[in-house]
T-cell receptor
Framework: ETGVTQSPTHLIKTRGQQVTLRCSSQ?????VSWYQQALGQGPQFIFQ???????GRGNFPPRFSGLQFPNYSSELNVNALELDDSALYLC????????????FGPGTRLLVL | KQEVTQIPAALSVPEGENLVLNCSFT??????LQWFRQDPGKGLTSLLL?????REQTSGRLNASLDKSSGRSTLYIAASQPGDSATYLC???????????FGKGTTLSVSS
């Protein structure tokens, strides 16, 4: 157990809809990162938040957005869902911005029909 | 831009075999490399973290090596067991230092 939780565990949406995924970090962890893992692929970095500010972003369009809250929870929002957004979404929390200290949650499986 | 490649993509072995998983990376200026385990549909469990100053790191039956000059890392699993069946991912820090860059993983199946 890493102490990082995500909700929901599974989600089905239709193309064009919006979705919000949630993550609860380990207490005291001021950094959260989100990754997208398509089937058969390695996780791909979406973005990182440090002390409620975006601290880095991967090659994802602006319809992927995030929020981090003072209570160590965070959200990933995806607008105008596309079929290719179907994936496992992982959040990872850490005490510092260095990625090797990240603890991963169990993920949310999103299916877009 | 860091790129990470893993071979083979899949591996099937009988119980008890020793095996090696390979990982290569393009940017040798990394300061560490990490190996993860992922069970089907689950999150990532960190297995070993090797710092650039180390050449090897061991945990139980697992041994990971890092050769920055050749851009390679290997994960050695001794005396494999059916419970080792999972996908193994290696990851290196991005050049910006904020993200992990993952390979596609090696899916291991150990039969009893």
């Amino acid at each position: 157990e890493t102490g990082v939780t995500q909700s929901p565990t599974h989600l089905i949406k239709t193309r064009g809809q919006q979705v919000t995924l949630r993550c609860s970090s380990q207490s005291g962890h001021n950094t959260v990162s989100w990754y997208q893992q398509a089937l058969g692929q390695g996780p791909q970095f979406i973005f990182q938040y440090y002390r409620e500010e975006e601290n880095g972003r991967g090659n994802f369009p602006p319809r992927f957005s995030g929020l981090q809250f003072p209570n160590y929870s965070s959200e990933l929002n995806v607008n105008a869902l596309e079929l290719d957004d179907s994936a496992l979404y992982l959040c990872a929390s850490s005490l510092a911005r260095t990625p090797e200290t990240q603890y991963f949650g169990p993920g949310t499986r999103l299916l877009v029909l | 831009k860091q790129e990470v490649t893993q071979i083979p993509a899949a591996l099937s072995v009988p119980e008890g075999e020793n095996l090696v998983l390979n990982c290569s990376f393009t940017d040798s200026a990394i300061y560490n490399l990490q190996w993860f385990r992922q069970d089907p549909g689950k999150g990532l469990t960190s297995l070993l973290l090797i710092q650039s100053s180390q050449r090897e790191q061991t945990s139980g039956r697992l041994n990971a090596s890092l050769d920055k000059s050749s851009g390679r890392s290997t994960l050695y699993i001794a005396a494999s067991q059916p419970g080792d069946s999972a996908t193994y991912l290696c990851a290196a820090p991005s050049q910006a230092g904020t993200a992990l860059i993952f390979g596609k993983g090696t899916t291991l199946s150990v039969s009893s």
